[in-house]
Every structure is written in C-alpha cells, then in structure tokens.
C-alpha cells in the first residue's frame, strides 16, 4: 500500500525502544531525478523518470523485490507521483514503497539520492531509511556562485548585495545552510570559506556555468578546503532554481560511506504495531500507522 501520508517532509517525533539489528535489503528508486556519481559511493538508486515508457516501468518491475524508498523532487511532485501511483498498481502488493520529497536543489538532490541508495544496505528497513533522508539531507552543504541575487529568496540576501547586482561582472556566493552565506565575489578580495581543510573527508560534485568566470574549479576549491572537486552535467532547472538564468551549483558531501551510515541510521527505533517494519518516526512511512493517534483514540473510546 502507497503511503501518500509521507509525501510531506516529515518531521515526525523520534520514539521508540532501541536499536533495531534486523538487516534486510532495502531499494531507493530517485523519481525523475538523475544519480550523480560520487567518491566513496559505488551503489546506485533504481530510477524512474517521470516521463518513463512502458519498457522502463516493466524493467523496474523486474528489479524491484524488495520495500523501497522514492525520493521524489518537490518542483515536479505532481507528475512523479502519477508514475509512482502506476508502479505501485503494476506491483499488486508485491513490496512496498515509502514516498518522500525533498526540497533540495536540483543538482543536490542528485547527491541525495546516491547517498541514499549507498545507506540502504545497512537500513534495517524501508521505513527506517525513510526516516533517515532528513539526516541525509544535513550531511550535504550546498553552495551556488551566481551573476546575481536580485531575485533570490533563500539565503534572503542583504539590501547591497542586491544593489551590487545591478553592476556588470557582479559574481556572488550563496549557501543556503546551515548558516546563510551571501557574499560577494571581488577579484581583488579573498574567497569566503565554507569547509577548513577538508580534502580528506568530503569531495564535491560541481555543475553548471557562469559566464565570465574563470577557473571555477579552483575557486571552489577554495571555497570547500581543498576538496575535490568533479564538474558534471547540470541537471535541468540548476539555474532557474536560483532565480537566474547561469548558475554554477557545488554540493559537498562526506566520502566515507559507512561513517555516514552510522550517524544517519543511529536512531531509536521500534516495529511498527502495524505492519512490524522499525522506524523512528510518526507516522510510520511504510503503512502510515501512528500509534500515539491510535492510542489517543483508544483512550477517548474508553
């Protein structure tokens, strides 16, 4: 059964009765979102693109044996969910698919999806994994080198930043989290830093342009502390996602696979009462069962 109740970003309460060591194997399917490839992450997610033929529906059918989790990007929810919906009909409870958006930018949710499938091996279950994507999510830093803020939303950028943007050759740096960053790029000044000496525990994945702009593999590089840096393909709508019509997007994310594993997955989890998957928060994204509504109500009966 399709849990449509997860689609929201879940922010559920974290519960339970301890680690759960049950290991089964757990699928990722990136729902009209391209893997990017990553140092240190070798697994790739299943994919369904949004507008898959028939021939790719069934070969994911083949594939799929197991619950899984899809990500699904929040741009273009609407239509990713209508293929979910057909691949949930054609698999007539076979497995069961968690379903969660995620907010991030195009080229970070490319990251996301790859981390997640590199996760999955060690997720007690679908539901637990589904859990875990949030946690994901911080384990990326995500930066943009942009011609202009003018129109930005998020980082909100400050009153002269947006004046400066009017300027010709105008270059700027933005990262949304954890703490908003809007600075601009002077040829004359030093580069904001977003990571200190990190070449040893992240790498970065990079995309897209800026006209004008040279080098800017060595720019980011100093920018995330000496990290690698890989240029990719830009995923469709990097720019548009910023607000601007060029944009060069930088996700920096941790190499260390099993590292990362641990932290993300060390949650307290319980069975579900329902359908018996551990997972950490309510509802449970697998079946939608929230057992503190359901004790509610049995207390309000009695």
Not at 81 to 88: A, C, D, G, S, Y
Not at 91 to 98: F, K, M, P, T, V
Request: glycine residues 6%; proline residues 9%.
């Amino acid at each position: 059964m399709l849990s449509l109740s997860a689609v929201a970003t879940r922010q559920g309460k974290l519960q339970g009765r301890g680690p759960v060591c049950v290991v089964q194997n757990t699928n990722v399917i990136a729902v009209g979102i391209e893997p990017a490839l990553l140092v240190g992450h070798e697994s790739a997610p299943l994919t369904l693109p949004i507008d898959a033929p028939k021939d790719a529906l069934t070969e994911l059918l083949d594939e799929l044996r197991e619950d899984a989790v899809a990500i699904l990007p929040a741009g273009r929810l609407e239509p990713a969910l209508r293929r979910l919906h057909v691949l949930q009909s054609a698999l007539d409870g076979r497995c069961r698919i968690a379903c969660l958006q995620t907010e991030l930018s195009p080229l970070a949710a490319s990251a996301l999806v790859r981390l997640a499938a590199s996760v999955a091996p060690e997720a007690p279950s679908a539901a637990l994994l589904a859990d875990a994507v949030p946690a994901l999510e911080h384990e990326l830093l995500v930066a943009a080198v942009l011609p202009s803020v003018l129109r930005l939303r998020r980082p909100k950028p400050p009153f002269g930043a947006r004046l400066r943007s009017l300027l010709p050759g105008a270059r700027f740096l933005v990262s949304p989290e954890p703490e908003p960053v809007v600075a601009s790029l002077r040829r004359a000044g030093a580069v904001p830093t977003l990571l200190d000496d990190a070449r040893d525990e992240v790498a970065v994945v990079a995309a897209g342009r800026v006209r004008g702009l040279q080098g800017p593999a060595e720019l980011l590089g100093e920018v995330f502390g000496g990290a690698q840096i890989d240029e990719v393909d830009a995923p469709p709508g990097l720019a548009g996602r910023w607000r601007v019509t060029q944009a060069i997007e930088a996700v920096a994310y941790p190499i260390d696979a099993a590292a990362m594993a641990r932290r993300v997955l060390g949650l307290q989890a319980a069975p579900c009462p329902w359908c018996g998957e551990p997972h950490a928060a309510l509802p449970c994204a697998l079946c939608g069962h929230d057992r503190n509504r359901a004790l509610t109500r049995q207390e309000i009966a009695v």
